[in-house]
């Protein structure tokens, strides 16, 4: 069985002089490239998704294999690395990778977009009215792409930067908010934020 | 998986419903499930819109509030349920919408759904599924509620799986200020915001109390102090009216004499009181510094697990040094300040108001300009402070990571990251710089000014005769004295603001009560027999998500237990329930009939032995680790239990014996040599309870050879839980409990497991197939 994690630095290591590459290498080279081709990510175009009147989520690919009750769930959610969605199964099991989900036909998309909304709820901040802070527990007043939200911050390690000027939240409940790029609000909301972070 | 298939046994009890409303011992039994938490009061427009949709002698049983619309916006949204239906009400235009009307009757089976930041009900219908409530986390305790009251209500429910109403499902959730509501911070009992600035002070002065003598005289030095340095402005006046205008040589050597002596009378006070406050400043922060590590010792591991170590240590170290600076220094500042500025203020307007008046001009400009800059640089600082911590924290992750670093070659990449970090850290100081080397000068410049006034009205004052030259000298001479306390209370402003921000995350760790309290009156188990039984524990990390849930067994003293099923099964939470570093939070664990709660902390875990896969070794000899729970060992009690670990040989064979050095985390001796010698540490305290979490699972077959032997000799007669994934170390076990997804799968012998075919006996054929070489 090959260590990926192994292969990954064999394979991201600078390619040295052509000279300087033994066969063994390349030929495990070859073989991460086997691993690579193996990961199976479904193109868009492949799949169908649609909701039954039980509110389950069906997963068609090709035009053959159904997957009956499943739960999308983004897999880089916060760095947005790649566009993938990843869909499980009621155990939590994965049973399908798509790739890119905005080439999905129109219904798919409509569909998938109001699951997402569902399974992934994480509001967007868009403007801060107030943050009051008592040294890392704070109060903030917001209104977000979903609405006005009041929620209470525990501890400065619950607002985490992602780099970028990216924000991530979680409040005393363990809801989630998001702030997408620091730099692009207001100046009365950067100003607010600025003292947090 | 068609969900409509229904067994023959919940059609008939649907049946039974269909006639009508539920039986009043139904609803009893519903009703005994019920809170003010469930049953909110209401907005008068729902109130009434309730009241037209129910029937007469319809029972309201929930009325909630949940906080998203259907189209995942934030909104109001109120859950009605009665004996007969299941109802979404709508705020309208002062009015309120039935969106959703679900007879009771028609539903089959509730479905409560998980998701990330939110979660909905479903009612499963005959040909259909309704989406009944959507709520964010902040709901999502009260709806679960409502869903464990529904599932008692409908006929397709796995009736089995009844867990009981889970009224405490999930830890404690954020408690929240009694005052004003807010969420407390995590860890602390004590509302940052309904804390005032007075009390903090008072409690940190509280610390003097001990040593208020000390305090006494540095206060009474203090006062004296300040007067000795006021007499010389009157000496020189003198001086100048009394003895150079009237040419009075006498009068000079009387000056002088005086003089000296003040001075020489000054300093010896000022040295005697400095040495006394550095002492009281010092002294103070022993004891601070002592109670708070005595206090996190206390800590349940919870703390421990969440906070970064580097953040702890910050608070032991940089913020206790800042209050030393405060209670050493900054307190007498701010005394001898307060004392000099009304003092020098009498002293002005009784030799000359009018020029007095003139002197203070720049007074408000001054004050109102330190609360300014005191705002501005708290802030600064806190950022200041943040990116401290970040840096420690930096340090504190990567120097223990150092072998990943370096096996993977990202030396450079964690010198960058540090660099970076170090950098925002100096971007930020630069910041407090800007304010402060520009506040400080511009306060300089308004005082010159004001001398400058000083000279020009006193001195033509004095030029009309209309005051003497003694008085504008003294003047001058009180100026500055005044101007240098008034300025000083602007530096005093921020002092107290870093002590204060200081001592409230001392006290912060201070006020966190253990998660794992003693209970009041615990009994003492001076020697438990070992019978272990766990009653429908069940136990969760976070809210909703359950690690273990009703694990039932029973372990008879002396047996011993193979823990077993796949990583994530629950099997070290299940253990650490056992020594208490998490309790449950529904059901029991029992040691000898007695609730481990009930029992003292240290009774218990003094029976408890712990083998775990990493061992951890203190910097210190080996004798001193083996000892480590028994610390008055005899060199006999050492030696056998090394011996019993299958250690003593390698011990002998080192440079010093057993008085070698373990060196920083023991890495001068090998994996299998560490484990044994945790192994000795643990037989010496000779428990009744042994937990080996993964103890062989890091070497070699040869030194699990010897670890297994060793083992051996300490399972004996103790009651013991193996956590295991090589399966052949739990051959010996009496009973294997194989756990999954946080349940008890299976329990059974070795043999009646394989012959049950079940999942232990799919992860034997497993592992056998991995590894031939062993034999079953």
């Keep these: ?197 | 998986m068609d969900r409509r298939k229904s067994r023959p046994g919940s059609v008939a009890r649907g049946r039974l419903r269909v006639t009508g409303t539920m039986t009043e011992a139904e609803f009893q039994e519903i009703d005994k499930l019920l809170d003010a938490e469930l049953q909110q009061e209401l907005p008068e427009q729902i109130e009434s819109a309730i009241g037209k949709l129910i029937d007469d002698g319809e029972k309201r049983l929930i009325a909630l509030h949940a906080d998203i619309t259907p189209e995942g916006e934030y909104g109001d949204r109120w859950l009605l349920v009665t004996d007969r239906r299941l109802a979404r009400l709508a705020p309208e235009n002062g009015s309120a919408r039935v969106e959703i009307d679900v007879p009771l009757d028609d539903v089959r089976r509730f479905r409560l759904r998980d998701f990330i930041g939110s979660g909905s009900l479903e009612a499963v219908k005959d040909s259909e599924s309704v989406e009944v409530v959507r709520f964010s986390r902040s709901v999502a305790p009260q709806i679960s509620r409502v869903y464990h009251v529904l599932r008692r209500l409908s006929p397709d429910d796995d009736q089995t799986d009844h867990s009981g109403p889970k009224r405490s499902s999930g830890p404690p959730r954020a408690t929240r200020c009694a005052e004003c509501g807010r969420a407390l911070p995590r860890w602390s009992e004590v509302c940052p915001f309904c804390m005032k600035r007075g009390q903090l002070l008072a409690r940190l002065i509280g610390y003097l109390a001990p040593y208020k003598m000390y305090a006494i005289i540095g206060f009474a030095s203090s006062i004296v102090l300040t007067v000795l340095n006021l007499i010389p402005a009157y000496v020189t006046r003198y001086l100048f009216d009394g003895v150079l205008g009237p040419k009075n040589p006498a009068g000079l050597w009387v000056v002088v004499w005086s003089l000296l002596s003040i001075y020489v009378v000054r300093t010896i006070i000022s040295m005697g009181r400095g040495y006394m406050m550095e002492w009281l400043g010092g002294r103070v922060v022993l004891d601070m510094r002592t109670a708070l590590y005595d206090h996190l010792q206390m800590l349940s591991l919870g703390f421990f697990s969440r906070k970064q170590t580097g953040q702890i240590m910050s608070r032991v170290t940089n913020d206790i040094m800042r209050l030393q600076y405060f209670i050493a220094d900054g307190l007498q500042q701010i005394i001898i300040n307060l004392l000099t500025i009304p003092v020098i203020f009498i002293m002005l307007f009784a030799a000359n108001p009018k020029l007095a008046a003139l002197t203070l001009l720049p007074t408000p400009f001054i004050a109102l300009g330190t609360y300014w800059f005191g705002k501005l640089i708290h802030r600064v600082y806190q950022k200041v402070w943040r990116r401290w911590a970040g840096l420690s924290a930096a340090l504190a992750d990567s120097i223990p990571g150092i072998r990943v670093v370096k096996s993977f070659a990202q030396e450079d990449r964690e010198s960058a990251r540090f660099r970076d970090r170090s950098g925002e850290l100096f971007t930020q100081e630069l910041n407090a710089a800007k304010l402060w080397t520009t506040f400080f000068p511009a306060i300089g410049l308004i005082t010159s000014v004001g001398s400058l006034v000083v000279y020009g009205y006193g001195g033509s004052q004095v030029l009309m005769s209309m005051t003497t030259m003694g008085t504008l000298v003294m003047f001058t001479q009180l100026m500055w004295q005044f101007y240098g306390p008034v300025q000083g209370l602007g530096d005093m402003n921020h002092r107290i603001q870093h002590a204060l921000t200081a001592a409230e995350r001392v006290f912060e760790v201070l006020d966190t009560a253990p998660e794992i309290p003693e209970a009041p009156g615990s009994i003492l188990l001076p020697r438990m027999e070992g019978r272990v039984e766990f009653q429908n524990a069940s136990f969760s990390y976070e809210p909703g998500k359950p690690v273990l849930s009703d694990i039932s067994f029973v372990a008879e003293a002396g047996e011993m237990i193979g823990l077993v099923g796949p990583s994530g099964a629950g099997k070290s939470t299940l253990v650490q329930l056992l020594n208490r570093f998490y309790d449950v939070e529904s059901g029991q664990v029992l040691i000898d009939g007695h609730d481990v709660r009930e029992l003292s902390l240290r009774s218990l875990r003094q029976q408890i032995g712990v083998v775990l896969q990493e061992p951890f070794l203190f910097h210190g000899t080996v004798a001193e680790n083996i000892c480590y729970g028994v610390p008055d060992a005899t060199p006999e009690e050492i030696v056998a239990s090394a011996k019993a670990a299958n250690a003593h040989d390698f011990i002998v064979n080192l440079p010093h014996g057993y008085d070698t050095m373990t060196g920083e985390r023991g890495q001068l001796m090998s994996g299998g040599e560490r484990q044994r010698v945790s192994i000795a540490r643990a037989i010496l305290k000779n428990p009744r309870i042994l937990i080996l979490d993964e103890a062989t699972s890091s070497v070699d077959t040869e030194t699990e050879m010897l670890i297994q032997q060793a083992l051996e000799r300490l399972v004996a007669n103790r009651t013991t839980f193996a956590i295991a994934h090589r399966l052949s170390t739990l051959r010996k076990s009496s009973r294997i409990v194989v756990l999954e997804h946080g349940r008890v799968a299976e329990i059974g012998t070795h043999d009646e497991l394989l012959d049950s075919d079940g999942l232990y006996s799919r992860l034997c054929k497993l592992q056998s197939d991995l590894s031939k070489v062993r034999a079953w």
């Design chain 1, 1 to 197: 069985m090959i260590n990926p994690q192994d292969e990954k630095e064999e394979a991201a290591a600078p390619a040295g002089p052509a000279a300087d590459a033994t066969e063994e290498a390349s030929a495990r080279a070859t073989s991460w490239d086997a691993e690579l081709q193996r990961l199976e990510i479904l193109d868009a175009k492949r799949v169908k998704i649609w909701r039954d009147e039980f509110r389950r989520l069906h997963v068609l690919v090709d035009g053959k294999t159904e997957h009956i009750d499943l739960k999308p769930a983004p897999v880089f959610p916060l760095s947005e690395a790649a566009d993938f969605l990843s869909f499980l199964d009621e155990k939590g099991k994965e049973v399908a990778l798509l790739r890119n989900p905005s080439c999905l036909d129109p219904e798919s998309r409509e569909l998938l977009a109001e699951e997402l909304n569902r399974a992934y709820f994480v509001p967007k901040i868009t403007y801060i009215y107030e943050i009051e802070d008592a040294h890392g527990a704070a109060r903030w007043e917001v209104e977000t792409n979903r609405g006005y939200r009041v929620f209470d911050i525990r501890d400065r390690e619950d607002v985490r930067v992602l780099g970028k000027g990216r924000l991530l939240l979680q409040d005393a409940d363990g809801n989630r908010y998001e702030i997408e790029d620091m730099g692009s609000l207001d100046e009365r909301s950067r100003r607010l934020l600025d003292a947090e972070v």
